[in-house]
C-alpha cells in the first residue's frame, strides 16, 4: 500500500515494473538489500527505493546491479537499459504539472497503461466520460480560488485523458454509478442534460459497460466512498486500487488489499441495475431536467 499524498515525481507504469524486475533478479541471485547497496556503494535504502519506483532509475546503477545479479546475456542487459531509459521519460501528462499534483499524476499513468478500468462513482460523472462544461462546473466547485486560466489547463487534461477511450486497443471502462451522479444538479439544466446525453451516447461503445446503482437498491458494500480498480496486461504488475480523498489518493496493491475492492465491486455489479438498462435510465432522468 502507498500513500501518494506527497513525494517526489509519480513514477510511470514502465518504472514500477522494472523495479518489480530488478527485485525478482535480486532475490533469484539470493542478495539482500545491503548487498546489493554495497555493489553499487549506496545504502539499502537506495535499492528498496528503486524496486518500489520512488526515485529514477539510474543507468550506470541499473548496469551495474544487472551484472550483480548475473545477468551476463548481453542483449539482455542492453534491452533492459532501453526500458529503463524509456521509464525516466516523463509521460505525456508531464506538461500538465502545473495543474497536476504527483498523487494524481501516478492514477494517470495507471489509466494509461490499464487494460481494464472498473470504478464506483457516487459523486461525479467519471473524468473519462465528463463533457467539457460539466468538467469546468467540477473543478470549478473543487478549485474554488483557481484561475480561469488554471481551469483552462484541467479541462484540457481531462480531455486529452478521453483520448484513451477512442485509441487503438482502448481499455474496457467499466463503472458503477451512484443514482445521486445523474441527479446532482453540476452546471445547470443544460449541462446536465448535455452530459447525461454523452453517458447515453457512451452506453453504445465496446469498451464502455455502465450500470446504474438505484436509490432503491438499498445499502451496498461501498458506500463509504469512491474508488478505482487497474487491471494491467503486463505480467509483473499486479492489479492495483485507488482511493481518493480531499487531500490525496491511497494506492493498493497487496493482494488481499486489492482482492476486498474487488470483491465489493462484484457485489455491486450483482445489485446495481443491469447494464442493458442504463440507456433507458438515463433517458428517463434527462427527461425530468
Known sequence: ?????????????????????????????????EQAGRALDVTHATIRRMEKAEVGLKIPYVEKLLTTYGVSD?????????????????????????????????????????????????HYIPGLLQTEDYTRAVLRAGMPHASEADIDRGVALRKERQALLTRENPPLLWAVLDETVLRRPIGGPGVMRDQLARLVEATAMPNVRLQVMPFDAGPHP????????????????????????????????????????????????AQAAPAQTTESILGGIRKEI
Not at 513514477?11 to 535480486?26: E, I, K, Y
Not at 529503463?84 to 505525456?92: D, L, V
Not at 505480467?235 to 487531500?247: K, R, T
Open 1 to 33: 500500500m502507498a500513500d501518494a499524498r506527497s513525494g517526489g515525481g509519480a513514477p510511470t507504469v514502465l518504472r514500477v515494473v522494472l523495479g518489480r524486475r530488478l527485485q525478482d533478479l535480486r532475490e533469484k541471485a539470493g542478495l539482500s538489500y
Open 74 to 122: 548481453q542483449e539482455e542487459v542492453e534491452g533492459f537499459l532501453a526500458l529503463a531509459r524509456e521509464a525516466n521519460q516523463p509521460g505525456w501528462w508531464h506538461r500538465f504539472r502545473d495543474v497536476l499534483p504527483d498523487w494524481f499524476s501516478a492514477f494517470v499513468s495507471l489509466e494509461v497503461e490499464a487494460n481494464l478500468i472498473r470504478a464506483y462513482e457516487p
Open 222 to 269: 461501498a458506500m463509504y466512498g469512491p474508488f478505482h480498480i487497474f487491471r494491467f496486461p503486463i505480467p509483473e504488475l499486479p492489479d492495483i486500487a485507488y482511493s481518493e480523498s480531499l487531500v490525496g489518493a491511497v494506492y493498493f496493491d497487496q493482494r488481499d488489499d486489492v482482492s476486498m475492492f474487488l470483491e465489493a465491486l462484484d457485489r455491486m455489479c
